[in-house]
């Protein structure tokens, strides 16, 4: 069965400097990686896209990476700042019939201290 | 508020009760699902509709859990005879008649069975 795999232990890291978070996948590559934010008590909130034949994407301070060949996508936070804390998780569609039937990851919580 | 709305954001309730959510989608989109998240882990999906037709269940959904979606606007998940195991964040997305991504979620039910 297909599987999302993302780093469970919290990254805690300095504001301004860079985080970066990873999500492991298995099996076929998906069409494409998407990435959700979740702040405690709501619900994800969709941040990036990235389609398996784009290397790279960016939106402000966050870029996110696709290697088909690591089967991995990286997630980085640029300039980071305590307002970026939150739980970020990764999913992939689990089949291309239903794009809306996500594989999440258990998501990797990120704490920036200022 | 245009968002994706879910009813109520908390309910306690004793153990083999029966309890009902509510989802009010974005009112353009036509696709609606059920995910459940259990702490620290991500949403696992269990149900979607395409208008009113429930065209997708997982086998995470006994035959306790029940979904409806009457008219194609809001749907409920009810859930009978509540067991402990039950407890969880109950999130409700939808998405555009493309059925691509990303989902919009609500913030969730957070059902606690005692």
């Known amino acids: 069965s297909q599987k999302i795999e993302q780093n469970s232990e919290a990254l805690n890291i300095q504001e301004g400097k860079t985080a970066t978070l990873t999500c492991n996948y298995t099996?076929?590559?998906?069409?494409?990686l998407q990435w959700y934010r979740q702040d405690p008590g709501r619900g994800p909130v969709f941040l990036l896209l990235?389609?398996?034949?784009?290397k790279e994407k960016r939106k402000e301070r966050l870029k996110v990476t696709f290697d088909t060949t690591l089967k991995q996508s990286l997630f980085h936070i640029t300039a980071s700042q305590p307002a970026d804390s939150a739980t970020y998780l990764c999913?992939?569609?689990?089949?291309?019939?239903?794009?809306?039937?996500?594989?999440f990851g258990q998501g990797t919580t990120l704490q920036v201290k200022p | 508020d245009t968002g994706v709305s879910q009813d109520p954001r908390h309910k306690i309730t004793k153990r083999g009760q029966n309890v009902t959510f509510r989802c009010d989608p974005i009112?353009?989109?036509?696709?609606l699902y059920w995910y459940r998240q259990t702490l620290g882990q991500g949403p696992e999906f269990l149900t979607y509709?395409?208008?009113?037709?429930?065209?997708?269940k997982s086998r995470l959904l006994s035959d306790r859990f029940s979904a409806e979606r009457p008219k194609g606007s809001f749907s409920t998940l009810e859930i009978q005879r509540t067991e402990q195991g039950d407890s969880a964040m109950y999130l409700c997305?939808?998405?555009?008649?493309?059925?691509?991504?990303?989902?919009?979620f609500g913030n969730g039910t957070r059902l606690t069975v005692t």
């Open positions: 999913a992939r569609a689990e089949s291309s019939g239903n794009t809306g039937k996500l594989i």
């Open positions: 509709f395409q208008n009113e037709a429930q065209l997708e």
């Open positions: 990235i389609r398996e034949n784009e």
């Open positions: 009112s353009e989109h036509n696709r």
């Open positions: 099996n076929y590559s998906p069409a494409y």
């Open positions: 997305a939808s998405s555009s008649g493309t059925g691509g991504p990303p989902l919009h």
